[in-house]
C-alpha cells in the first residue's frame, strides 16, 4: 500500500494560502478600482520529479492588456508573485495550451 502523506508533506509550499491570498489581494489593489476579484485559490503541486507547490489564484474576469490576457498569478514558495497571461505569443486567448507566466518582481 502506497501512502499519499510523505509527498504532500515534501510539497508544501513555503507560503500558505492566506499568504498568497493577501500578496495576490496587494496586487489586484495596484491595479485600481476596476480591477476583478479572486474567485480561486488552490494548490500546484508542479512537476513529479523536481517540481516545487506554489499557488494559484484565479481572477473573476481577465486583464487585457498588449495582446495578452491576465488571468490570475502564481505564487512562488518563496512569495514571488508572477502574472499567468493567455495569448502570449500571439496564441488565441482561448488556447487550450496552459497559460504562460511572466515575472512580476
Known amino acids: ?3 499519499a502523506q510523505p509527498l ?6 513555503g507560503v500558505d494560502a492566506v499568504a498568497a ?6 496586487y489586484l ?5 476596476e480591477a476583478p476579484y479572486i474567485v480561486s485559490i488552490t ?3 508542479g512537476g513529479i520529479i523536481k517540481g516545487s507547490s506554489s499557488w494559484v489564484v484565479r481572477w473573476s474576469s481577465a486583464i ?3 495582446n495578452q490576457v ?11 508573485v508572477v ?4 495569448g502570449k505569443g500571439g496564441a488565441a486567448p482561448h488556447s487550450t495550451r496552459p497559460p504562460a507566466a511572466l515575472e512580476i518582481r
Not at 491570498?21 to 496587494?26: I, Q
Not at 502574472?83 to 493567455?86: F, G, H, I, K, P
Open 43 to 45: 494548490m500546484d503541486q
Open 29 to 33: 489593489a495596484n491595479l485600481g478600482s
Open 21 to 26: 491570498a493577501k500578496l495576490a489581494t496587494e
Open 64 to 66: 487585457k492588456s498588449e
Open 1 to 3: 500500500m502506497v501512502s
Open 8 to 13: 504532500l508533506a515534501k510539497g508544501k509550499p
Open 70 to 80: 491576465e488571468v490570475g498569478v502564481r505564487v512562488k514558495s518563496d512569495g514571488t
Open 83 to 86: 502574472r499567468l497571461v493567455e
